[in-house]
Nanobody
């Protein structure tokens, strides 16, 4: 069993910053990638950013240049630094671990006010 615990969400004004954290624990045998997805009301869940075990990263076009994903391998923790936040970034953000299976966190709310 793998557990993902997210933290760092909240309410911020447009132009502000937030940092999300996701710590993985439990029976982790393999991590191919860790990442962040988000889901806004009435919309499908979408990939925000992902970091692979190789260190390579990919980002949604909408967040390139504003968000940065990083990882502490020793702590099995992934971070998402979000700068220059926009109201359209408002969503529930979910941590994802892709290993032997797909694992998901419970989600953390990010609200950006205009």
């Amino acid at each position: 069993q793998v557990q993902l615990v997210e933290s760092g969400g909240g309410l911020v004004q447009a132009g502000g910053s937030l940092r999300l954290s996701c710590a993985a624990s439990g029976s982790i045998f393999r991590i191919n990638a860790m990442g962040w997805y988000r889901q806004a009301p009435g919309k499908q869940r979408e990939l925000v950013a992902r970091i692979y075990s190789t260190g390579s990263r990919n980002y949604a076009d909408s967040v390139k240049g504003r968000f940065t994903i990083s990882r502490d391998n020793a702590k099995n923790t992934v971070y998402l630094q979000m700068n220059s936040l926009k109201p359209e970034d408002t969503a529930v953000y979910y941590c994802n671990l892709f290993g032997a299976m797909d694992y998901w966190g419970q989600g953390t709310q990010v609200t950006v006010s205009s």
